[in-house]
């Protein structure tokens, strides 16, 4: 599938009166999505302990 075929299948999924800001939403979320679980097969990812390091520091 296409990324356009699947940005048009997550907008047909949405109500019909969904505003322009909640589909973008739907698809930046989507698109989040299908990144950590790409980071999460290619063992790409954080541990607990270093994420409570890096938010600490903020």
Known sequence: MTAKEKMAEIINDLPDD???????????????IERGLKNSSEEKTVS?????RRIKSW
Request: aromatic content about 10%.
């Open 18 to 32: 969904s505003t322009y800001d909640e589909i973008l939403r739907e698809l930046a979320f989507r698109r989040m």
């Open 48 to 52: 607990n302990h270093e994420m409570e």
